[in-house]
């Protein structure tokens, strides 16, 4: 039963513009959201993350807004590049709860 | 180390075969969970130890699977007569604590395991 979903298995964009990645959730006790990174060979790697008290937040070029009313999170990549291009996790927890569930990654290809 | 370290990389084996998969966590994490993702599919949920408490055993997919981690440290997942559904890329995770991710806590991945049974 898949509690995290991430329904567009890859997305390909130009070099400069902007990545938009989706994830939808099911499970209402979840308030704390994750998105991971991925290259080829290697584990995944933190990237941003969100709580439920927010709707959003920005770290340099990626941005993740959550709406929970619609229990759907998204990560935006402005600008594009190349170094981007990689698998994107998102991942949910329930408060306290020690696993995250995540979803099945999208894989961004950023063309030059 | 400065990361996860993980071991082997790659591992090929018959069916009905046994596997052993280890894990070196980073040092000081007292969580060390591990994960499992199989082609097209999220990372699902395996195991996960908590200094010298009881692990939680609730996402191993059947009784061929063990795990056990020895001294608080090295982890190793045990896959008795593999079973081709078991091929995946098993990953091992590891945490300094465990009051929850909204703590801002954060888990730590090896480069995992790629398991082929053939």
């Known amino acids: 039963d898949q509690q995290v979903k991430q329904n567009s298995p890859s997305l390909s964009v130009q070099e400069g513009r902007i990545s938009i990645l989706n994830c939808d959730y099911t499970?209402?006790?979840?308030?704390?959201f994750l998105w991971y990174k991925k290259y080829p060979a290697e584990g995944p790697t933190f990237l941003i993350s969100?709580?439920?008290?927010?709707d959003k937040n920005e770290d340099g070029r990626f941005t993740v807004f959550l709406n929970k009313s619609a229990k759907h999170l998204s990560l935006h990549i402005v600008p594009s590049q190349p170094g981007d291009s990689a698998v994107y996790f998102c991942?949910?927890?329930?408060?306290?709860?020690?696993?995250?569930?995540f979803g099945a990654g999208t894989t961004v290809t950023v063309r030059a | 180390g400065a990361g996860v370290s993980q071991s082997p990389s790659n591992k090929v084996t018959e069916k009905g075969k046994d596997v052993e998969l280890r894990c070196d966590p980073i040092s000081g994490h007292t969580a060390l969970y591990w994960y499992r993702q199989s082609l097209g599919q999220g990372l699902e949920f395996l195991i996960y130890?908590?200094?010298?408490?009881?692990?939680?055993k609730s996402g191993l997919p059947s009784d061929r699977f063990s795990a056990e981690r020895t001294g608080g440290s090295v982890s190793t997942l045990t896959i008795q007569r593999t079973q081709q559904e078991d091929s995946a890329v098993y990953l091992c995770?590891?945490?300094?604590?465990?009051?929850?991710?909204?703590?801002?806590?954060?888990?730590?991945f090896g480069s995992g395991t790629q398991l082929s049974v053939l």
């Open positions: 130890f908590q200094g010298n408490s009881a692990p939680d």
């Open positions: 991942a949910a927890s329930a408060r306290n709860d020690y696993k995250l569930s």
């Open positions: 995770a590891s945490s300094r604590k465990t009051t929850g991710f909204a703590t801002n806590e954060k888990l730590f």
């Open positions: 499970n209402s006790m979840f308030d704390y």
């Open positions: 969100i709580s439920s008290i927010k």
